[in-house]
């Protein structure tokens, strides 16, 4: 094809989802065709290095090899079976996950939201069974500016009029309180309490970190109100901010860790529920489930992912080239940035509104070949995969330095 032929085919391929699909999203104007590692090609050729990483579902990288060849050895041997019956992927892959996470059971479901509604489900009938809460009076508290996926129930919990507003009504039951605060968190607590259900790092909401000792007081608090601790970890966990869990960063073992995202290697989509046997035993057969969950082409991807996570070795390397990315954006302090959040190779940068808004600069940067997100207002989101090198994450700091800059 000549430049100005594929130039465009991507116009109108633009064009050509105007009128069939739902406008429930505002993509950048790339069309990708084809990946690999931290680097995606859009049908004209162009290349670009991804910093946003499929919201950490892509933590491997693009189609990594381990996790391509688990896929393809799994599609010419079993894919689905259902539930009804066992097969011969299940135990391995939920083993393996519950010892990597260091707990007892795995529920395994599919999406993020789906991991987060079985987590509240599985909060509220231990409330009732094991706590001895009156019936339908469990209470879930929750934090403001979450962001824990799209379901209704979900989105009714959610302090964000665009994902709540049109959408009810909604579930009761939940109390929302503000993010970081030990003492509303103790006030909102009582004996209707299930769960506390919180991100350990606020992704969505511009990777809000909150203060050291916040989550060994969420624990502690927890355990003192005898109900649970449930850690969304969809989009921190697995090996984003330097450790198998964002959690790891205090001395902090919840009660449920929900996961998704990266479970799933970027190849389809993977999540699960894991806690200990007191409170996931709590299901019988019957009253939960899912008809892909746990299938056979999951198991055999998540089992792989589980294997990348167990060598430590994506773990160490967030840690490290998050120093890389950390100092990066510190000497842009002051030249574009006015302020950064950052923890193992996930930052959310600040820009200096005068300059644009986050979609502007993500904009800027993606004609300068680094793909990114902006969050709310001027914050844009940096989540490389963690097989970046440090040269092409130097790169990409330069190349915003240059965008804010010129
Ligand atoms: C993405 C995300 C979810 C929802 O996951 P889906 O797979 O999109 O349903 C839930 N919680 C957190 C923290 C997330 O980042």
New binding site residues.
């Given amino acids: 094809m000549t430049a100005p032929a594929r130039a465009r085919a991507s116009q109108e391929l633009i064009r050509a989802e105007e009128p069939v699909l739902a406008h429930n999203y505002h993509p950048l104007p790339v069309v990708v065709a084809r990946a690999e590692g931290a680097w995606v090609e859009d049908v004209e050729g162009r290349r670009y290095l991804d910093m946003l990483a499929g919201?950490s579902a892509l933590n491997f990288g693009h189609r990594h090899p381990a996790l391509v060849d688990a896929a393809h050895r799994q599609l010419d041997r079993l894919t689905l079976t259902s539930r009804a019956f066992h097969h011969d992927r299940l135990a391995g892959f939920a083993e393996r996950l519950a010892a990597l996470t260091g707990t007892d059971m795995v529920l395994p479901m599919n999406?993020?939201?789906?991991a987060?509604e079985s987590g509240i489900k599985v909060a509220r009938k231990w409330a009732y069974d094991v706590k001895g809460v009156p019936a339908d009076h469990a209470t879930i508290v929750v934090a403001a500016d979450n962001?824990?996926?799209?379901t209704t129930t979900i989105v009714g919990f959610s302090t964000d009029e665009t994902a709540r507003a049109g959408f009810g009504p909604f579930t009761p039951g939940f109390r929302v309180v503000p993010y970081n605060d030990l003492a509303a968190l103790e006030e909102a607590v009582d004996e209707t309490t299930a769960a506390v259900l919180i991100?350990p790092i606020q992704?969505?909401a511009g990777v809000l970190i909150p203060d050291d000792g916040y989550l060994a007081g969420v624990r502690e608090l927890t355990r003192r109100a005898g109900c649970l601790f449930v850690a969304?970890e969809?989009?921190?966990g697995l090996g984003r901010t330097g450790r198998t869990l964002a959690v790891e960063h205090e001395p902090v073992v919840p009660d449920v860790v929900?996961l998704?995202?990266a479970l799933g290697g970027g190849i389809v989509?993977v999540?699960a529920v894991v806690g200990s046997r007191e409170v996931l035993g709590v299901l019988r057969p019957g009253e939960h489930g899912s008809t892909f969950g746990g299938n056979p082409l999951a198991a055999a991807v998540g089992t792989a992912v589980v294997e990348l996570l167990e060598t430590g070795e994506f773990q160490r390397r967030a840690a490290e080239l998050g120093t890389v990315l950390r100092e990066g954006l510190a000497a842009l302090v002051g030249r574009g940035v006015v302020g950064f959040r950052a923890r193992g190779l996930w930052a959310g940068v600040d820009v200096d509104p005068a300059l644009g808004s986050g979609r502007e600069i993500s904009e800027r940067l993606m004609r300068e070949g680094v793909l990114v997100k902006d969050t709310h207002g001027s914050t844009i989101r940096l989540a490389p995969p963690l097989t970046v090198t440090g040269e092409e994450l130097r790169g990409a700091l330069g190349t915003l330095e240059k965008v804010l800059t010129s």
Avoid: C, N, W
Wanted: aromatic content about 10%; overall charge negative.
């Fill in positions: 919201y999406t993020g939201a789906e987060v962001f824990h996926g799209r991100e992704g969505e969304d969809i989009q921190s929900l998704g995202k989509p999540s």
